[in-house]
T-cell receptor, first 114, second 108 residues
Framework: EAGVAQSPRYKIIEKRQSVAFWCNPI?????LYWYQQILGQGPKLLIQ????????DSQLPKDRFSAERLKGVDSTLKIQPAKLEDSAVYLC????????????FGQGTRLTVV | AQTVTQSQPEMSVQEAETVTLSCTYD???????LFWYKQPPSRQMILVIR??????QNATENRFSVNFQKAAKSFSLKISDSQLGDTAMYFC?????FGAGTRLTVKP
């Protein structure tokens, strides 16, 4: 089966610009996660979707970050406006159901804000 | 909220030797899963091993095994016969929350 697809792989923007990342999970996977991984740190969970509903967005900086999964399939994560500290890898992961035990990860989008 | 603590930022081991990575966690759940993921320089996150909390037997996957101490909320990973390809960041995970990671280097 195809893996979790993310695009773009790399993005460089200036501070105060906006940027969007796209994730297409494995077909049939109901649960989708977005993570922010700053260099040298562990991934930080930003938001969790179950189908098209938000389960947990407690660590999403809602003043500048937004995410949607309108049809319960693919998802976009947006940053507007970007700050220098948003430079990181943004990872997407999916699992079939909340009770499944293995998450599958995309290769991430590396964002550099200059 | 669930938290995961990895207190060893970096570790190194000689090829063919054994190394143990430590992890403690905090959860209010009664049944839960714990995972170790590996992230090589390619950034691709790879599942190494998983443990279900209600199972008392420690999980084993080939050269990888865990020491799960539920009462102490401890979940360490043992890598036996270390190989150069084991060089990577290792993350302990509970409820899809990650620890800070341990950078493991296997030396020839």
């Amino acid at each position: 089966e195809a893996g979790v697809a993310q695009s773009p792989r790399y993005k460089i923007i200036e501070k105060r610009q906006s940027v969007a990342f796209w994730c297409n999970p494995i077909s049939g996977h109901a649960t989708l996660y977005w993570y922010q991984q700053i260099l040298g740190q562990g991934p930080k969970l930003l938001i969790q979707f179950q189908n098209n509903g938000v389960v947990d967005d407690s660590q999403l900086p809602k003043d500048r970050f937004s995410a949607e999964r309108l049809k319960g399939v693919d998802s976009t994560l947006k940053i507007q406006p970007a700050k220098l500290e948003d430079s990181a890898v943004y990872l997407c992961a999916s699992i079939r159901t909340l009770w499944d035990t293995e998450a599958f990860f995309g290769q991430g989008t590396r964002l550099t804000v200059v | 909220a669930q938290t995961v603590t990895q207190s060893q930022p970096e570790m190194s081991v000689q090829e063919a030797e054994t190394v143990t990575l430590s992890c403690t966690y905090d959860t209010s759940e009664n049944n839960y899963y714990l995972f170790w993921y590996k992230q090589p320089p390619s950034r691709q996150m790879i599942l190494v091993i998983r443990q279900e909390a209600y199972k008392q037997q420690n999980a084993t996957e080939n050269r990888f095994s865990v020491n799960f101490q539920k009462a102490a909320k401890s979940f360490s990973l043992k890598i036996s016969d270390s190989q150069l390809g084991d060089t990577a960041m290792y993350f302990c995970v509970n409820d899809m929350r990650f620890g800070a990671g341990t950078r493991l280097t296997v030396k020839p």
